[in-house]
C-alpha cells in the first residue's frame, strides 16, 4: 500500500473516531521549523490559556491558586509569576487524584484512566484526554521521520504490550497496527524464541526504524550477531523509556549499521525531548511540553545539571502543571542546532533522582558513572547486569553470564568503582541465572536502595546466603 493511501486510510480512521492526529502531525511538522522566539510565544499562550483553564474547572489548581494569591490573568503582563505556582509531585497526584481531575463535562467524556509501571516501586494513576493523545501520538511519528520513517513506512517496535486484553480489544490493536504499518514483539517475554519470531519478521517486512527500550533493543541486537547468517539493518533505532548508556548505543549502532535516536519521554507526559539527525542534543518538543530546570529552585545555566520540571501543554483532562518528573538532565550549551529546527535542546538527561549513587563523603554519582563505568561490562561474556548500592560502602554487581567472565574485566570495573567512590567500598559479585524486568518490560540497570540523609548508612548488611562471589 502506498504513503498517500495509507493516509487517506489513517484519515478515515481519524473521520470516524473523532481523533486529530494526522492534523497534530501535519502542525508539528511546520512548528518545528520557527525560530526559537516563535516557539516560545507560542509556548507562552498555551500556558496561559492552560493556567486560566486550570483555574476555572480543576479544584485542586482552583484552591492552590487562591491560597498563593495567584491570579491566571496576571501572566498576560507577567509571565515570570508562572515560577509562584508550586511544584507538583508525585506524591501530590497519589494524594489528590479526583482532586486534580477537570470537572468540565466536554473533558470528563473523553477521559482515560491510565497508570504507569510504577518503576520506583510506587505506580502514579492519572487520566489523560483526546487532545493529549493525539498530540503524543502525533510527536511519536515526527520523530520517526526524523529517524528516516515517514508517514505509512514500515516500522518495529521492541515494546510492553498488555497480556490481559479482550478479543475486542486485541482487534482493534491489529487494525491500528495495520494502518500505521507496524509491528511488535512485547518486551515482557523477551526470550530467544520470540527474538527469533521477531527477527524473521523484521528481514519479511523490512522496518525503516525500530523503537524500542534501551535494553531490550540491547538484547535484540546481541541475539542478531549470535547468528552469523543474519544480517538486518534499518535507517535508524529510537531508544526511548530508558536510560541509553553508551555501550548500548555503540553495540546497537554497530549491529544495525546505523544510528541511534535516543528519545527522551514518560507515560504521563508523552514525548519531551529527541535527538534530530545531528545528534548534537535533545531537541524538546516544545509544541507539547514546557521544560524547566532548578538547581535548588533557581534556573539552571546551560551545561548545568538540575530537576526537570514539566508542564504539559495538552491534557485539560488532568494538567500536569510545574510537575516533578524526579529525573535531572541540563540545558545545551549551542543556541542552535546544524538542523535548523528552532527548539531548544537537552544536552543530557542523567536519569531518575531514585537511581542517583551516593558516596562516603556525601557526594552525588549518576547511575551510568558518566557512561565510563558499564564499558567494561561489554563482555560478550555478560548477558546482563545490574548495579545496586545498599549502602554508603556496598555494591553489589549482578551479573548474568553467557560464558565465564574473565577476572580482568570484573577488576576492571571494581577499579572504577573505586575511583568513583573510593577505596572503602565493597564490591560484591552475583551471578543470577536471570535479572527480572520490571512490570513495565523495563530491565532497571541501576538500583540505590539508600536516600540522602538517613543516618544508619554505614551499616552494611549481610551476604545473602545464595549469593555467588
Known amino acids: 500500500m502506498s504513503p498517500i493511501i495509507r493516509r487517506g486510510v489513517l484519515r478515515l480512521h481519524q473521520l470516524a473516531s473523532g481523533r486529530h492526529i494526522l492534523d497534530r502531525l501535519d502542525s508539528l511538522q511546520k512548528t518545528q521549523w520557527l525560530s526559537r522566539i516563535e516557539l516560545e510565544e507560542l509556548q507562552r499562550k498555551k500556558i496561559i490559556s492552560l493556567v486560566e483553564y486550570a483555574y476555572q474547572h480543576v479544584p485542586y489548581y482552583r484552591r492552590i491558586f487562591d491560597e498563593i494569591g495567584f491570579q491566571p490573568g496576571d501572566l498576560q ?141 540491547y538484547n535484540f541486537a546481541r541475539f542478531v550477531r549470535q547468528i552469523p547468517e543474519m544480517e538486518i539493518t534499518f535507517q535508524g533505532v529510537i531508544s526511548s523509556a530508558e536510560t541509553l548508556l553508551p555501550i548500548y548505543r ?86 542552535t542546532c546544524i538542523c535548523g529546527r528552532g527548539a531548544p535542546m537537552l544536552e543530557k538527561v542523567e536519569g531518575r533522582l531514585v537511581d542517583t549513587f551516593w558516596t562516603p563523603d556525601g557526594r552525588k554519582v549518576w547511575a551510568g558513572f558518566a557512561g565510563a563505568g558499564y564499558s567494561c561490562l561489554s563482555h560478550p561474556s555478560i548477558k546482563q547486569f545490574q548495579v545496586i548500592q545498599e549502602s554508603l560502602d556496598y555494591l553489589i554487581i549482578r551479573v548474568v553470564r553467557d560464558g565465564e567472565v574473565p577476572q580482568e574485566t570484573m577488576d576492571q570495573f571494581s577499579d572504577v568503582v573505586h575511583t568513583v567512590f573510593g577505596e572503602n567500598m565493597e564490591v560484591h559479585w552475583e551471578f543470577p541465572d536471570e535479572i527480572p524486568v520490571l512490570p513495565s518490560g523495563k530491565h532497571q540497570y541501576a538500583v540505590c536502595k539508600i536516600n540522602e540523609g538517613i543516618t544508619n548508612l554505614h551499616m552494611r548488611p549481610k551476604v545473602p546466603a545464595n549469593s555467588s562471589s
Not at 285 to 293: P, T
Open 250 to 335: 555503540e553495540y546497537i549502532e554497530e549491529t544495525f549499521q546505523c544510528k541511534v535516536f535516543d528519545r527522551y519521554g514518560s507515560k504521563e507526559l508523552g514525548g519531551i525531548a529527541c535527538e534530530c539527525e545531528a545528534h548534537t542534543g535533545l531537541h524538546i518538543s516544545a509544541e507539547n511540553n514546557f521544560i524547566e530546570i532548578l538547581n535548588h529552585g533557581i534556573a539552571a545555566e546551560p551545561g548545568e545539571a538540575g530537576q526537570i520540571i514539566v508542564t504539559n501543554l495538552n491534557n485539560r483532562g488532568m494538567p500536569f502543571i510545574r510537575y516533578s518528573i524526579d529525573d535531572e538532565g541540563a540545558w545545551s550549551r549551542s543556541l
Open 77 to 217: 503582563n507577567d509571565f515570570t509569576l508562572f515560577q509562584r505556582i508550586p511544584i507538583l509531585t508525585k506524591e501530590i497526584i497519589r494524594s489528590h487524584t479526583e482532586e486534580l481531575k477537570t470537572t468540565d463535562r466536554a473533558h470528563l467524556e473523553q477521559l482515560s484512566l491510565v497508570t504507569t509501571s510504577g518503576s520506583t516501586g510506587q505506580p502514579l494513576t492519572f487520566w489523560q484526554d483526546h487532545e493529549y493523545r493525539d498530540c503524543v501520538t502525533a510527536d511519536i511519528q515526527r520523530h520517526l521521520e526524523w529517524a528516516g520513517a515517514a508517514l505509512g513506512q514500515p516500522h518495529a517496535y521492541i515494546w510492553g504490550a498488555s497480556f490481559e486484553v479482550s478479543s475486542q480489544q486485541a482487534l482493534r490493536t491489529q487494525l491500528i497496527d495495520w494502518e500505521w504499518n507496524r509491528f511488535l514483539t512485547n518486551a515482557f517475554m523477551l526470550s530467544d524464541q520470540s527474538m527469533a519470531d521477531f527477527a524473521q519478521l523484521v528481514i519479511k517486512k523490512q522496518p525503516n526504524v525500530l523503537y524500542g527500550y534501551a535494553s531490550s533493543l
